[in-house]
């Protein structure tokens, strides 16, 4: 099946709840976004077709490109399907770097969003480690020299991992002047290594869950500037 295939977002639905590690990974990064979304209502989450944050906080309202049974709708992250302010946040894991238009969506983000909401998400970060990880051993794109935009192949297949850096770190002059509404609060390189472990959506084996608690107690001792897979990344909407 290829990425693109709902059935390809099915499968890795049941991998995510069946393999402990990996579980007990995306409940770390649930636990970061529900934190920053506190007494925000309502969330709107893109890209739910494989995760389940919904066990983790009531009220999300479910959105996927890729339609899959139980979302409550199919959304285009570049048109949003809500009215001017209605949002109080927009949370995602893993999905910023697939929007081929990145501005686009920001721009409906601002739009959508009342002041004082945020979109909080968990990215591919650009470090020295992670550079030889999406070059080498992953099968998506990887490019930190590219503009914000790419061609759209599909929901999933269309990618640039080094698009959340591009956008917030290496263009962050540009993005502040582009949308003077919207605030980067938090930038946090984190997990180096558990991601790895865990071997991910592809793989159907892992480390033990187990383990889990050992690995970030390592991590956390690193310089996640440096060696930070993933960052946790908060936009605020001004006023």
Known sequence: MGVDDPRTT???????????????????WYSLLAARIQGLDPVLELGSGGGFLSEFRAGVIQSDLIRVPGLSLSADACRLPFKEGRLGAIVMTNVLHHIPD??????EAVRCLRPGGHVVMVEPWNTVWSQQIYRHLHNEPFDPGA??????????????NALPWIL???????????????S??????????????????????????????SCRTLERRLALERLGLFALIDLKRRS
């Open 184 to 213: 980067i609060d938090t930038i946090q390189p984190m997990m180096p290594f558990a991601y790895l472990l865990s071997g991910g959506v592809s793989r159907p084996i892992g480390a033990p869950g187990w383990s889990y608690r």
């Open 147 to 160: 503009t914000w935009k790419f061609p759209f192949t599909g929901p999933l297949s269309s990618a640039n």
């Open 102 to 107: 990145v501005a686009q969506f920001i721009a």
């Open 10 to 28: 099915l499968l890795r639905r049941r991998l995510l709840q069946s393999k402990p590690f990996l579980r007990c990974l995306y409940l770390e």
């Open 168 to 182: 917030f770190r290496r263009d962050r002059a540009r993005f502040e002047e582009t949308f003077p509404k919207m």
